[in-house]
């Protein structure tokens, strides 16, 4: 066993480290809380011409050959800077699968630019009516001549406002069971008839309702079969929960700590001193840590060129869940500043702490629910009979 | 990065796991509780298989394990709930080994091919005793701090009184002034020694609670599969399934966590200390979780003393609690990660 990542994912750590000393602007972070929106494309850009976007891609195909722990450590930097990454991790997700599926027409046209960092791609599954039961949508694509025209609505379509395509799951056969009548496209967010409203959230974070109203796309959009969305789907969803989603607790946990070292109480004690505190800290510590372990581990499943299935999600459901006990933890343990958010000069943590809190509920939804990980993990891992739900 | 066993350390798990299931029934288990929470015969046995020197330098006539190595052998003997005390058998020798002579002869018995009993007392005595020492109802020798020193007493015919507790586990409080007595180590090289000690006892304790976990999730897992009620396996019912794949989580990452924290002590990893606090909190607090979630999917059986699955609850509970309250435990991670509180 080892558990260091290893000489060349150190020296790519200090690589990325120095790259983003340089090229994070002085109000990247400011600017993403502000705006709600997690995407900077300056920093986008300049990954780009770093070659980073796609940095485990193979060569041939734009990337660098990247091992899943010189990733990690690559993450590992983007999170521990505060680089908001919901447009990098959505769109590597759709470019990995249009590179799995795609038409070589697709892979000419979607990924140069994608590499190049001048273009992010949304995600287009969930509906009003459709979240976890993502196989129910029912926005129509309807074949009109040589295209389709496209009816309906999608939810929770982030960062559509920057995005250049929208990865859409539509119904192309009403009359067949759910699965059998899905079909995938990559439709632009500009075409005629596409409408985009902000929808903003407790978290801060701004995303969107998107509506589709008589909105053509030519065949050639069109990714994977016709009805065989659901197959599409199946290779994203894969790529999703084998994405070790990023958590934030550790960097907040970083920042807690260095404010209760480095702050006195009226009574001239360090906030650190107070047992109430250490033993919150160090059981959240811990926490950390399972996470952390529990990411590596699909990077090491990764590694030996298999895909993290029941291991994905152990990691998403532990990080997620633990992330928002823990979260509440600190906000308590802050008393009645704790409430006290970001922008204020007498926030404690800067107002971090509060922000971690009202973030995290999301955590436990978006990418798979909590349920929909459990499911997965007492199917696939534990071999349960599949549940009634 | 590799999270792979070498073929050696493979070969180690399935020698010890095979032994186990041969020599450690649930059966045994049952007996040697209702005699004291000690099986003399496993013990030679396993013993000849690998014993108290397991741990040891091959210079002071042991095998030369890691802490990695003994970590994995102590899943499989927390998965059999073993009533043998490897822990803290392995961890005395390792403290009888680097304390030279003054620990030589006791350590030769220790090596024995009888080998003589082991233990170490977790907390300092007071008044010259230390209070429910595990397997001190059984170990002639026990390792402890007394004062300012780190001694080790030998005494044969100690007559302990042995408590009958939660875990089924041979503690007793335990004089560190009877029998013949050694001084290992003074002042604060005997408590720097101890305080070693005790987190090795923490990191392979974690190693024991992790495959007891594990081993009782199956008995869960498999239980859910064949019961059925309403006509269907209770498995299926997501209320019952999702508890299931929580503690399944927890157990993963409580194993990864004892593992890395085996390595970092291995390896003399700056964080090593910090990594075996948090091994032993996350393995007690994920061992009781399961077994509670193990048994509760027994519903009224598993509160039966016929089903195996309380001896695991049980355990789970008392077995970590031998070095006190977690919460203090949690502090004493503190301790580490942050340095001693001011005006503590």
């Keep these: ?389 | 990065m590799d999270l792979s066993l070498s073929d050696e350390q493979e070969q180690l798990v399935e020698a010890f796991r095979a032994f186990l299931a041969k020599e450690s029934p649930p059966s045994l288990v049952r007996d040697a509780e209702a005699r004291g929470g000690f099986d003399r015969d496993l013990w030679d046995a396993a013993g000849a298989l690998g014993g108290p020197g397991m741990g040891v330098d091959p210079g002071a006539g042991g095998a030369g394990a890691g802490l990695l190595d003994l970590e994995l052998v102590a899943e499989r003997f927390g998965a059999a709930l073993a009533p043998v005390p490897v822990v803290e058998a392995w961890v005395s020798a390792r403290v009888l080994a680097d304390a030279g002579a003054a620990g030589s002869t006791l350590l030769e018995q220790v090596l024995a091919e009888r080998p003589l009993v082991a233990t170490l007392a977790l907390h300092a005595a007071r008044d010259g005793v230390a209070r429910l020492v595990p397997a001190g109802a059984v170990a002639p020798v026990v390792i402890g701090l007394d004062d300012d020193d780190l001694v080790a007493v030998d005494d044969p015919t100690p007559e302990p009184h042995a408590v009958h507790n939660l875990g089924g586990a041979p503690v007793a409080d335990r004089s560190l002034r009877a029998g013949a007595r050694a001084v290992l180590a003074q002042g604060e090289d005997a408590r720097a020694r101890h305080q070693r000690a005790v987190d090795e006892w923490r990191v392979l304790t974690a190693g024991v609670l992790v495959g007891l976990a594990g081993a009782a999730l199956e008995l869960g897992v498999e239980y859910a599969k064949q019961r059925h009620q309403f006509g269907v396996p209770i498995g299926s019912f997501q209320a019952l399934a999702h508890r299931l794949a929580d503690v399944a989580t927890a157990v993963d990452g409580a194993q990864l966590l004892a593992r890395e924290a085996a390595w970092a002590a291995d390896e003399g990893e700056p964080d090593a200390v910090a990594l075996a606090r948090m091994a032993f909190l996350f393995a007690a607090r994920t061992a009781q979780d399961t077994t509670a979630a193990a048994l509760h999917v027994h519903g009224g059986y598993g509160f039966t003393l016929e089903y195996d699955v309380q001896l695991y609850l049980r355990r789970a509970k008392a077995w970590p609690l031998a070095l006190g309250d977690p919460r203090r435990g949690a502090l004493e991670l503190a301790d580490v990660l942050f340095g001693p509180a001011e005006g503590a």
């Excluded at chain 1, 809380?33 to 995407?39: A, E, L, Q, S, Y």
């Excluded at chain 1, 770093?50 to 193979?58: E, L, N, R, T, V």
């Excluded at chain 1, 699965?179 to 978290?203: C, K, N, Q, S, Y």
């Design chain 1, 1 to 389: 066993m080892e558990f260091r990542l290893g000489a060349k994912s150190d020296s790519f750590r200090e690589e990325v480290r120095t790259f983003l000393r340089d090229h994070v602007p002085a109000d990247m972070v400011e600017r993403a809380h502000d705006t709600g929106t997690n995407h900077d494309w300056r920093v986008h850009r300049a990954l780009g011409e770093q070659g980073w976007i796609a940095a485990s891609w193979p060569e041939e195909y734009g990337g660098q050959g990247r091992d899943p722990f010189e990733m990690t450590a690559m993450r590992d930097e983007l999170r521990l800077a505060g680089v908001p990454t919901d447009g990098l991790g959505q769109s590597v997700i759709v470019a990995r699968t249009i590179r799995a599926v795609g038409t070589e027409e697709q892979k000419q046209r979607f990924l140069p630019p994608f590499l190049k960092g001048e273009i992010i791609f949304a995600l287009g599954y969930t509906e009003p009516d459709s979240g976890s039961d993502v196989a129910a949508a029912k926005t129509r694509a309807v074949r009109d001549g040589d295209g389709w025209v496209i009816e309906g609505q999608k939810m929770f379509t982030t960062l559509a406002h920057e995005a250049a395509y929208v990865f859409l799951l539509t119904r192309t056969n009403p009359d067949v069971p759910k699965h059998r009548g899905l079909t995938m496209f990559l439709v632009p967010l500009d075409a005629p008839g596409v409408e985009i409203h902000p929808v903003h959230t407790m978290g801060g974070e701004r995303t969107n309702a998107t509506f589709y109203s008589g909105v053509r796309v030519p065949d050639a959009l069109r990714v994977g079969e016709v009805d065989g969305g659901w197959d599409v789907m199946t290779v994203a969803l894969t790529f999703e929960r084998g994405g070790f989603a990023l958590s934030e607790a550790d960097r907040v946990w970083q920042q807690t700590v260095d404010w209760a070292e480095g702050t006195r109480r009226p009574d001239g004690t360090r906030v650190i001193d107070d047992p109430l505190v250490r033993e919150r800290l160090a059981n959240m510590r811990i926490n950390d840590e399972v996470a952390r372990l529990l990411a590596l581990r699909c990077s090491y499943v990764a590694a030996t060129g298999a895909m993290p299935g029941v291991e994905g999600s152990m990691h998403k459901l532990f990080y997620a869940e633990a992330m928002t006990a823990d979260a509440a933890e600190l906000v308590d343990m802050l008393g009645v500043d704790g409430v006290v958010a970001h922008g204020e000069l007498d926030a404690p943590v800067d107002g971090w702490v509060e922000h971690l809190y009202r973030h995290a509920a999301v955590t436990t939804i978006y990418g798979g629910t909590s349920e929909v990980q459990r499911d997965i993990i007492a199917s696939r891992g534990l071999g349960l009979p599949r549940s009634r739900r």
